[in-house]
């Protein structure tokens, strides 16, 4: 070591990060940022520790509990649930319950009231009786809220395939939505991704109208009229309008001869085996393989065919037991996400380009790249492949988020094989510039899917979210790549950043669609603008610097709570988190805030709370699936953005725009 002009020791050349070398380019200006350093070589340690032989990282990716009632549901409905697996799947549902007897949809959040009740139905399948104290809390928390007649649809679909609940009292999903142009209102491909898999699904099963009643009641659920707590929600001209509507269609389907309704089914069922994944499931997901195997099953097919087959192993595979005894499930696996994040932190960590961890995760990383179309092809037909999915095997639905990220990781590794990466990149690019919206904009899986009907019909109660319209996170991501790989004067990058000017909210944050929430959103935008050119005296940039500011913790990090989706005054205002305060660093340390006060405290913040093993604790969920409806927990994001944060502020550079300069295909236009 040796000593700076103030008496603090620094580095002297580069820093040894177990077999990693991680540089320092300048000396340390202060203990803060000494302190930084050593966070940075720990978190690189202990991320290049946990990198699998075959070049990906994956952390565990959670959700609430509902879907690991749902695996218990179908295990009944098909008469294979055991007794081992569902104590330890109750085992786990148990331990998330909340003191007042619901179960949330985030660590410390709200109960849910649909989630809530998909508990306690999965508990009495496992053997948990009525009058044990936990269901005690649990049905009056429910009968409190409306029993579960208020309860989502979702909710009450099960509770029809179990046998307590009217498949008369629920929206009537005809098979024969499948026959829709795809330019007719309510096609298929109206609807995200997400639910399309489903409704396509769930129209199968309704066809059947499947009861297999569990073997107890479930009386307590159900609040006696007029003794609910909660107000009944107004009855709306829409709501009318819907039963009325829902009314119509059912009447019609019991008219349509049943040749025709079969043929219908039969062609959902074909759509579905279509979009069958390497992995035996639908989308790498494990909701959306639970739908789809209870409707292959009750049309017919066999449990040892071999679609079927794989989809069981598929859902084995998901099946994870974190301790002897316990089970739960995994939503999805993110290694695609977990991989270019990670490399990503590290290249900003100054591990060396060429470092054999890095070529390991670009030569995984290639062969993940789609080479097929997919369900975005219906709106771009002409479109080459070359997106990226989020899981190990997702050729179907490749996205925007993952394929940038990606692309920005490859872009910086020193791989032996240059012109392999930059014939991947180059289809990336054009994938992505091929899949803008009409707006400027880009949406997570489909281009312009901004219809507003499927919202108005209450399938899945997501309301807003059942379509996939272009979002400020996703498309800072993409400008944020074409920018670091020559494209930033393109016209469409340049659309695209007039497109995200155009979104600031009035107190300068920006929305997080993916993640929670303005401070999502704000910090993957000031990182985008800054990389595109915007100046960082912009009026946008400096009222984004001024909101982050404004939301700091006393502490000296940022939080933000789940329930800033539902209630905007809430935005940047929770306890503070790595990956949030990490997030807020990025969009300050872009917006060139790297000697501010507010960033030292940050950065502070970030340090004194790293573990002896070189990680964050993080036990908040700050990711998002559905806003308001599905939360997700990253394993990974309280690493990878910290390291993120503290690489970038100990390497004095605020964006990942660096890099070598790519052939043609990535060049900037001349």
């Known amino acids: 070591m040796t000593m700076s002009a103030g008496g603090v020791p620094h580095a002297k050349g580069p820093v040894v990060a177990g077999d990693a070398v991680v540089t320092f380019a300048f000396p340390a200006s202060g203990p803060a940022e000494e302190a930084a350093r050593g966070a940075v070589v720990r978190a690189a340690n ?11 990282w994956k952390g565990r990716f959670t959700t609430d509990v509902a879907y690991d009632a749902h695996d218990l549901f179908l295990r009944h409905l098909l008469g294979v649930l055991d007794e081992r697996l569902a104590e330890a799947s109750a085992r786990w549902i148990r331990s998330q319950q909340s003191a007042d007897g619901s179960w949330p949809l985030v660590f410390e959040g709200e109960g849910h009231l649909g989630t809530t009740i998909q508990a306690y139905v999965a508990l009495r399948l496992a053997g948990d009786g009525p009058d044990e104290e936990h269901m005690l809390r649990c049905a009056a928390w429910v009968r409190e809220r409306g029993g579960a007649a208020a309860a989502q649809l979702t909710t009450r679909v099960w509770l029809a395939l179990l046998g307590w609940w009217s498949w008369d009292d629920l929206p009537e ?6 026959a829709l142009p795809k330019w007719a209102p309510l096609n298929i491909y109206s609807f995200s991704s997400v639910m399309r898999v489903a409704l396509v699904a769930i129209s199968v099963i309704s066809t059947h109208r499947p009861v297999r ?12 009229r007029g003794t609910s707590a909660v107000a009944p929600a107004p009855d709306s001209g829409r709501e009318r309008l819907f039963r009325r509507l829902n009314a119509t269609v059912r009447v019609c389907s019991k008219g349509i001869p049943r040749p ?3 043929a219908a089914a039969n062609a959902c069922v074909r759509w579905l085996l279509e979009r069958q994944e390497e992995d035996g499931s639908w989308g790498a997901c494990t909701p959306m393989t639970t739908w789809v195997v209870l409707a292959l099953h009750l049309h017919g097919y066999p449990s040892d065919h071999p679609v079927l087959k794989a989809a069981w192993g598929f859902l084995e595979d998901c099946g994870a037991w974190p301790e002897d005894g316990v089970r739960a499930l995994h939503t999805v696996h993110s290694p695609v996400w977990d991989t270019c994040l990670s490399a990503t932190a590290l290249l900003d960590a100054g591990l060396a380009p060429g470092h054999p961890a890095l070529v390991r995760a670009a030569d995984w990383l290639l062969t993940r790249q789609a080479d097929r179309p997919g369900d975005w092809a219906a709106r771009r037909p002409r479109l080459s492949p070359g997106g990226w999915a989020f899981q190990f095997h997702n050729r179907t639905y490749p996205d925007n988020d993952d394929t940038s990220e990606v692309a920005l990781a490859l872009h910086r590794v020193d791989h032996p094989d240059p012109t392999r990466v930059d014939d991947a990149l180059g289809r990336a690019v054009r994938w992505c510039l091929g899949m803008q919206s009409r707006n400027g904009g880009w949406a997570a899986f489909d281009v312009d899917n901004t219809s507003t009907l499927p919202a108005r019909l209450p399938f899945f109660d997501f309301g807003e979210f059942c379509t996939d319209p272009p979002t400020a996170d996703i498309t800072a991501h993409v400008v944020e790549m074409l920018a670091a790989l020559g494209r930033a004067r393109d016209p469409r990058t ?20 993916w993640g929670v929430n303005y401070v999502y959103g704000t910090g993957s935008v000031l990182p985008a603008l800054v990389a595109a050119g915007v100046p960082r005296g912009h009026a946008a940039v400096r009222r984004a610097v001024a909101w982050l500011t404004s939301v700091q913790n006393a502490d000296g990090g940022w939080g933000e709570s789940w329930e800033s989706y539902a209630d905007p005054a809430r935005a940047g205002r929770g306890p503070s988190t790595p990956s949030q305060t990490a997030w807020a660093l990025l969009g300050l340390l872009a917006a060139g805030e790297r000697d501010s006060t507010v960033v030292r405290d940050g950065v502070r913040w970030l340090t004194e709370r790293q573990t002896e093993d070189g990680t964050w604790e993080e036990p908040h969920y700050t990711g998002t699936l559905v806003p308001r409806a599905v939360a997700a927990h990253y394993a990974y994001y309280g690493h990878v953005f910290p390291l993120m944060a503290l690489g970038r502020y100990v390497r004095r550079t605020g964006d990942v725009s660096v890099g070598r300069q790519r052939n043609e295909a990535t060049k900037p236009d001349r």
């Open 494 to 513: 340049r659309r695209a950043v007039r497109w995200l000017l155009g979104q600031q909210e009035a107190n300068g944050a920006w929305y997080g669609r």
């Open 46 to 56: 202990h991320l290049l520790a946990r990198q699998d032989a075959g070049g990906w």
């Open 173 to 178: 999903v005809p098979p024969e939505i499948i």
């Open 260 to 262: 025709v309704r079969e």
């Open 213 to 224: 009643p569990a073997p107890f009641a479930i009386d307590e659920l159900f609040a006696p």
